[in-house]
């Protein structure tokens, strides 16, 4: 006899189970949150939140909590690199789009700003946001098993305070269980790459680090020091987690020596060396040891259980993919178990999330990595690759200041070096081109339309069937501007259309009886509820006025019509019933 049922169980309460957690109960879908510990994150762990992330903050409600809580976008922006806080700077980088001229892309792609929260700040939003509309969190309580059949999943789960071993009955499970998922391994997900490729300490200590940061707020200061660790190249990491008395120092370790016990000296001395001023008083708050890994799952559900977050893309810090990856995961499952659970889709529906989401694995695991290597240049223009002579290399670094043509051109190679660094900390294209292909987007037959810039480091907008719907400002009936985006989502679809589009709202209003799916329907134009005030919708949005798009709930554009036809009602029926596999 199981002790309970739910809907959907949630392994793990981290960004990916606790934002599944959220959705699910803003759509009305009953969940429960198993999670091993007796709280959340204990240390801040992520923290650079990308705009799709705070998108789906601000379709949850809690965009403003989340900013409250969080260092905004312009004191993000000098990413430093010296020789420690207190002496030389060797160059700096802007960085999450506080360049002026890439600020504009930021500020134009989404209605939300990027920001600085740590982790252990952000998830207990996130559970606030779904227990306060009905998800269950059960703390201190183990996943171990699951079995699955045609109707559910059984779930055995250990109560780690009473010692209880129970199950639980759900019809989708979803396993947010982290980077070593047992719910990947029980569902036997295949994964590509290797775990362990590096070690890493992390050290969070307080001390007041004003005098050496206040005037470059940055979220990141790297700090080169050769022949002070593994393999000659001192690289260590000073990550402000609050302005500016709390800090995550970030530490390599060789991972064939296995990680090393961090006592409170250790962690003291390798604090001080970057920080470099002996008279900043230092108090450590906790010690842990990670692994670098590059590892994805390239299939990320098996029957009834989608795995989500780093059970399926396990990597670096670097590029700050990893929260927010898992943020998507669990937007883009959620209203598919929704609609399925309410009776409003077929299963099949829900095989998309493997299509969509498993190319998307791959691709930030890929980037995260890749960014690591990309340091590298950095290490060449300063001379400290040929030689594994630490004092050689400092003579190497001090030779940049030379007046001859040598010195000349490596300043000019670590400025591009510096710059090339883009791709980890300017990587808007990564965090917002993520493009669908699959049974839950109809196409119009249009190919997807190349990219003008490069697409890891832009945004490119385009209302392609797959893309997500872009952001514009237009005006709403009071004359407040109002995104395009919060036309959509909130768990519903959305159709937009604009002056002589009624046939498509007359479809779309007739479909949503019948099929019984709440469909929003959006006209915008001269005299109706919205207008196009700044012109950027019409410039945008690749449509006739009278043509339409239909909008899934994660905002990635379902259906797109370029103008009227007159069998509209067969269209949208047609796109409807395949998306939502209805037939
Ligand atoms: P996560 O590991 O957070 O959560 C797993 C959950 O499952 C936990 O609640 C755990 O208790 C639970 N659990 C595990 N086993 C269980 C079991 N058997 N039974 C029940 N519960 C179980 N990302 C980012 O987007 N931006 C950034 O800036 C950074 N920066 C960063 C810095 C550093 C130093 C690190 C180490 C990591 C980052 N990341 C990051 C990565 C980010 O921390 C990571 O990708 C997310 O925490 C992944 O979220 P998940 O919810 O998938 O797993």
């Known amino acids: 006899m199981h002790k309970f049922e739910t809907d959907v169980l949630i392994v793990g309460s981290g960004p990916a189970g606790s934002a599944a957690a959220a959705l699910l109960s803003a759509y009305g879908v009953r969940n429960v949150v198993v999670t091993k510990y007796n709280w959340m994150a204990n240390t801040p762990r992520a923290h650079i939140t990308n705009q799709r992330a705070m998108e789906v903050f601000r379709d949850l409600g809690i965009e403003e909590e989340v900013n409250q809580k969080a260092v905004a976008q312009e004191f993000m922006g000098n990413n430093v690199f010296c020789t420690s806080l207190a002496s030389e700077e060797l160059g700096r980088l802007y960085s999450w789009g506080t360049h002026p001229n890439r600020l504009a892309d930021y500020t134009l792609s989404s209605p939300t700003k990027i920001c600085d929260i740590p982790q252990n700040l952000l998830e207990p939003i996130l559970a606030h946001a779904g227990a306060s509309k009905g998800s269950h969190y059960r703390f201190d309580t183990e996943y171990l098993g699951l079995e699955q059949d045609n109707e559910g999943v059984t779930a055995t789960v250990r109560d780690r305070l009473s010692e209880e071993v129970y199950t639980i009955r759900a019809k989708y499970l979803l396993g947010a269980d982290g980077g070593n998922s047992q719910v990947a391994k029980d569902i036997n997900l295949p994964f590509e790459g290797q775990m362990g490729v590096g070690g890493s300490m992390n050290i969070v200590c307080e001390m007041d680090l004003t005098k050496y940061v206040a005037h470059r707020p940055s979220v990141l200061y790297w700090v080169l020091q050769p022949g002070s660790n593994v393999g000659g190249i001192g690289m260590g990491l000073v990550r402000m987690v609050r302005p500016w008395n709390e800090w995550l120092i970030v530490w390599g370790y060789d991972i064939n020596d296995g990680?090393?016990?961090?006592?409170?000296?250790?962690?003291?001395?390798?604090?001080?060396?970057?920080?470099?001023?002996?008279?900043?008083?230092?108090?450590?708050?906790?010690?842990?040891?990670?692994?670098?890994?590059?590892?994805?799952?390239?299939?990320?559900?098996?029957?009834?259980?989608?795995?989500?977050?780093?059970?399926?893309?396990?990597?670096?810090?670097?590029?700050?993919?990893?929260?927010?990856?898992?943020?998507?995961?669990?937007?883009?499952?959620?209203?598919?178990?929704?609609?399925?659970?309410?009776?409003?889709?077929?299963?099949?529906?829900?095989?998309?999330?493997?299509?969509?989401?498993?190319p998307i694995a791959k691709q930030i695991v890929e980037r995260a990595n890749k960014s690591i290597t990309e340091f590298g240049t950095i290490f060449q223009s300063l001379g400290l690759t040929d030689t594994t002579d630490p004092s050689v290399m400092r003579a190497n670094m001090e030779k940049m200041k030379d007046h001859n043509d040598a010195a000349e051109m490596q300043r000019e190679q670590l400025r591009q070096a510096i710059l090339f660094k883009s791709y980890e900390f300017n990587c808007h294209g990564v965090e917002m081109n993520q493009r669908y292909t699959?049974?839950?987007?109809?196409?119009?037959?249009?190919?997807?339309?190349?990219?003008?810039?490069?697409?890891?480091?832009?945004?490119?907008?385009?209302?392609?069937?797959?893309?997500?719907?872009?952001?514009?400002?237009?005006?709403?009936?009071?004359?407040?501007?109002?995104?395009?985006?919060?036309?959509?989502?909130?768990?519903?679809?959305?159709?937009?259309?604009?002056?002589?589009?009624?046939?498509?709202?007359?479809?779309?209003?007739?479909?949503?009886?019948?099929?019984?799916?709440?469909?929003?329907?959006?006209?915008?134009?001269?005299?109706?509820?919205?207008?196009?005030?700044?012109?950027?919708?019409?410039?945008?949005?690749?449509?006739?006025?009278?043509?339409?798009?239909?909008?899934?709930?994660?905002?990635?554009?379902?259906?797109r019509a370029k103008d009227i036809v007159s069998d509209a009602k067969e269209k949208l029926a047609e796109a409807l019933t395949d998306i939502l596999a209805l037939n």
Not at 505 to 510: K, T
Request: aromatic share 8%; net charge neutral; glycine share 10%.
């Open 259 to 358: 990680p090393p016990k961090v006592t409170d000296e250790l962690a003291k001395e390798i604090v001080l060396k970057l920080v470099g001023d002996p008279n900043i008083p230092i108090k450590i708050k906790s010690t842990s040891t990670w692994t670098v890994n590059h590892c994805y799952a390239t299939q990320v559900s098996n029957g009834r259980v989608f795995c989500m977050g780093d059970a399926i893309h396990r990597h670096p810090p670097s590029n700050g993919l990893g929260s927010n990856t898992s943020i998507q995961d669990a937007f883009n499952i959620a209203w598919k178990v929704a609609m399925v659970v309410k009776g409003q889709a077929g299963e099949e529906l829900l095989n998309s999330y493997n299509t969509e989401r498993a």
């Open 438 to 559: 699959s049974n839950a987007v109809k196409s119009d037959g249009t190919i997807e339309p190349a990219y003008k810039r490069d697409k890891e480091l832009y945004y490119e907008a385009t209302t392609w069937p797959g893309a997500r719907l872009p952001h514009v400002w237009i005006g709403n009936d009071n004359g407040h501007r109002i995104s395009t985006l919060d036309l959509a989502g909130k768990g519903e679809f959305t159709l937009l259309t604009g002056i002589g589009g009624e046939l498509w709202m007359n479809a779309a209003q007739a479909l949503s009886t019948q099929l019984n799916i709440p469909i929003r329907l959006i006209q915008i134009g001269p005299g109706k509820k919205y207008t196009d005030l700044y012109g950027e919708w019409a410039a945008i949005r690749e449509i006739k006025d009278a043509g339409c798009l239909l909008i899934r709930p994660d905002f990635h554009v379902a259906f």
